[in-house]
């Protein structure tokens, strides 16, 4: 890691048009609450299936990241009410306090209270020390509003890079336990993805001694 912590305040950063990094924006007991919330959504399903897994691609790949979503279940690469890659049966609902914390995410990301966000999709994935996520446009929900990113535990390398493909330019980001980070507006079909993380590095207080959870939320655009 670049810097040390204690000793360099980290300040906000636009990395791109559209694209906003907010260090710090949750504290230890929002970061908590957070874990604990994921706890029970990649817990077994009434199925007894694990609400966490890996994602397998069309390519015969499997995901190193595993994931379970909220409101849209989503797979390569669509969105469905149901778990239809796994036991077919409902996906877990979005809660309305999520959707709560993802306008304040969007209003702070803005400085802008007005904002009409409205997230009714949440993925929530998990990283072991191994686990990486190529660059990739998130382009499956029919609404461009923004994407809001919440990482909890180790810190990653996020690369930000353009709309037009996965070559550089990009910019690499160190996201933390409990930064924010949104795009929108022109950055919203930039490529994105994590190259790393640092395993060991999340503060075990929040409730994960190991590895890397990252929330994002998005807004479908699939009605209700
Ligand atoms: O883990 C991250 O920070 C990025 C996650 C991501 O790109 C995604 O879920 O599409």
Redesign the pocket.
Same mark, same amino acid.
């Given at each position: 890691m670049a810097d040390i912590p204690a000793l360099v305040p980290r300040q906000r950063a636009r990395v791109a048009d559209g694209a906003v990094h907010v260090p710090d924006w949750l504290d230890l007991d929002e970061q908590r609450r957070l874990v604990e919330a994921c706890r029970d959504w990649a817990g077994p399903r009434p199925s007894g299936q694990p609400g966490m897994r890996a994602t397998r691609l069309p390519s015969g790949g499997v995901m190193s *990241?595993r994931?379970v979503c909220l409101g849209w279940h989503?797979y390569p690469y669509r969105y469905s009410r149901t778990v239809d890659d796994g036991d077919g049966a409902p996906v877990l609902p979005f809660p309305d306090w999520l959707a709560g914390l993802g306008r304040r995410a969007v209003a702070e990301a803005y400085q802008d209270d007005g904002i009409d966000y409205r997230p009714d999709v949440a993925?929530v +994935?998990y990283?072991d020390d191994a686990a990486r996520?190529g660059l990739?446009q998130?382009k499956d929900e029919r609404s461009r509003d923004p *994407?809001v990113?919440i990482?909890l535990g180790d810190a990653?390398v996020?690369r930000f890079g353009n709309t037009e493909n996965r070559k550089r330019p990009w910019t690499d980001v160190e996201?933390r336990s409990g930064d924010l980070?949104v795009f929108g507006g022109p950055s919203r079909l930039a490529y994105?993805? *994590?190259p790393r993380t640092y395993p060991g590095t999340g503060d075990p207080a929040i409730g994960l001694p190991r590895g890397?959870l +990252?929330i994002?939320l998005r807004v479908s655009g699939l009605g209700s």
């Amino acid at each position: 890691m670049a810097d040390i912590p204690a000793l360099v305040p980290r300040q906000r950063a636009r990395v791109a048009d559209g694209a906003v990094h907010v260090p710090d924006w949750l504290d230890l007991d929002e970061q908590r609450r957070l874990v604990e919330a994921c706890r029970d959504w990649a817990g077994p399903r009434p199925s007894g299936q694990p609400g966490m897994r890996a994602t397998r691609l069309p390519s015969g790949g499997v995901m190193s *990241v595993r994931t379970v979503c909220l409101g849209w279940h989503w797979y390569p690469y669509r969105y469905s009410r149901t778990v239809d890659d796994g036991d077919g049966a409902p996906v877990l609902p979005f809660p309305d306090w999520l959707a709560g914390l993802g306008r304040r995410a969007v209003a702070e990301a803005y400085q802008d209270d007005g904002i009409d966000y409205r997230p009714d999709v949440a993925l929530v +994935n998990y990283y072991d020390d191994a686990a990486r996520m190529g660059l990739h446009q998130d382009k499956d929900e029919r609404s461009r509003d923004p *994407v809001v990113s919440i990482s909890l535990g180790d810190a990653c390398v996020f690369r930000f890079g353009n709309t037009e493909n996965r070559k550089r330019p990009w910019t690499d980001v160190e996201l933390r336990s409990g930064d924010l980070f949104v795009f929108g507006g022109p950055s919203r079909l930039a490529y994105h993805g *994590v190259p790393r993380t640092y395993p060991g590095t999340g503060d075990p207080a929040i409730g994960l001694p190991r590895g890397r959870l +990252n929330i994002t939320l998005r807004v479908s655009g699939l009605g209700s």
